[in-house]
Nanobody
């Protein structure tokens, strides 16, 4: 069984910073892509940062230059450092990972989501 557990998030003022983390655990052979999504109220879930196991990272235009994804393959973790936060960054942030499990195949898994609120 595989779990993705997110932590961090919370409340920040405009221009402030927050960090969210995601850790994978369970019977894992390897973790392939690990990504961050977010879903704002009344909007569709959107991909904001995507990483490969080889270190390549891509960002959505909406967060480029403000958010930084870092990845630790040994710990099966990704972090998202969010700087210069704006009210439009308010959303539930989700981690998604493509994981090869012991005795199985590679499937996509989602974390439970963590709330980020940006407000003065």
């Amino acid at each position: 069984q595989v779990q993705l557990v997110e932590s961090g998030g919370g409340l920040a003022q405009p221009g402030g910073s927050l960090r969210v983390s995601c850790a994978a655990s369970g019977s894992i052979v390897s973790v392939n892509a690990m990504s961050w999504y977010r879903q704002a109220p009344g909007k569709e879930r959107e991909l904001i940062a995507d990483s490969t196991r080889y270190g390549a990272v891509q960002y959505a235009d909406s967060v480029k230059g403000r958010f930084t994804l870092s990845r630790d393959n040994a710990k099966k973790m990704i972090d998202l450092q969010m700087n210069n936060l704006q009210p439009e960054d308010t959303a539930v942030y989700y981690c998604r990972a493509n994981i090869w499990v012991v005795g199985g195949s590679a499937d996509d898994y989602w974390g439970q989501g963590t709330q980020v609120i940006v407000s003065s």
